[in-house]
């Protein structure tokens, strides 16, 4: 960690903007510094709520700000390119919330900027830095051969044809707001996958409602990947390998516990109990990475993120075939 906590800059005001200032609260590696908004008055209701000292009524003066040392990029999906780029183009280490961007084009290019100005970068993917996960990820090694990961992500919301999840111009659809977190989930276990296969039903304003997907790996390994916004599902993910399995609870993408079940012998049980929504621990994970020099993190790379959003994209396609 930095002698001195990072001061972060944040911007949006929306749900997922509120959650890290509040997590932010739990550790002692950030403090928010400053809010960013579009209007003035959001980011005014938003500082004041949370005693945030600086509030700034456009993204391009947070960006800019001298006071601010990291940028967390809170707004709506299809906002994240522009926004990354712009605190990048003013020098900011930057912290992009899920999904990276709308597309595998737009990750691109962030990482280039990032990478040709020896900036820091990095994918708000907050389950990878959980600790329920870190230990399955020492945990992979006993599995033996990985054949198969599954895992699903399903909420209920109300169909309004203004909420974002439904609205197709803020990227609305269960597919990025949803379905990232499974696929992310296979990407850290399986990698990429080589064959992609996905069905699609649509909802009332014509985004993603609902959506399966089977991955194929060269490994013969197969993950098998469902989300949905029309139901509240068990939200569980599993990892099944020749010598064991890991069974992660619902929600298994938020602190959660699991069991452990070898092939033969007792199983195990890892229970985790954290506090907080589990968004403090990307923040830790900034400020650690910050304070060694490094520009981009091992637990979550910048050329998986890439990987990712390119899955993300074969999946839209093979929705569309």
Not at 251 to 276: H, K, L, M, N, Q
Request: hydrophobic fraction near 45%.
């Amino acid at each position: 960690m930095t002698n001195a906590p990072l001061r972060w800059g944040i911007m949006g005001t929306g749900g997922i903007a509120g959650a890290f200032a509040e997590d932010l609260r739990l550790t002692g590696s950030g403090v928010v510094a400053a809010v960013g908004s579009r209007t003035a008055g959001s980011a005014e209701h938003f500082a004041a709520e949370r005693s945030i000292p600086t509030r700034h009524s456009s993204y391009e003066a947070l960006a800019n700000d001298p006071d601010v040392d990291v940028v967390y990029v809170a707004t709506p999906h299809p906002m994240h390119h522009a926004n990354a780029r712009l605190a990048l183009e003013a020098g900011k280490p930057v912290l992009v919330e899920k999904p990276f961007t709308m597309d595998a084009e737009e990750a691109r290019d962030l990482v280039e900027l990032a990478r040709d100005r020896n900036l820091f970068l990095m994918e708000a993917m907050w389950t990878r830095f959980l600790p329920h996960v870190r230990h399955i990820r020492e945990l992979l090694p006993s599995l033996g051969r990985i054949v198969t990961v599954a895992a699903d992500h399903g909420q209920w919301f109300a169909e309004d044809p203004a909420f974002r999840l439904f609205a197709p111009e803020l990227g609305g659809g269960a597919r990025l707001d949803l379905g990232i977190y499974p696929v992310s989930f296979a990407s850290m276990v399986l990698g990429s996958p080589d064959r992609v296969a996905a069905m699609a039903t649509a909802a009332f304003t014509g985004v993603d409602a609902q959506l399966s997907m089977l991955f194929g790996y060269p490994s013969g390994a197969q993950a098998v990947l469902t989300c949905t916004l029309s139901a509240v599902s068990p939200t569980t993910a599993s990892i099944t390998g020749t010598d064991a399995r890991i069974e992660i609870d619902g929600p298994f993408y938020a602190p959660a516990s699991f069991t452990y079940i070898p092939r033969e012998g007792e199983r195990s049980r890892f229970e985790y109990v954290d506090e907080g929504r589990g968004l403090r621990h990307q923040a830790d994970e900034v400020a650690l990475r910050l304070a060694a020099g490094e520009t981009e993190s091992p637990l979550m790379p910048l050329d998986e993120t890439v990987s990712i959003m390119t899955t993300m994209d074969e999946v839209l396609a093979a929705t569309r075939t």
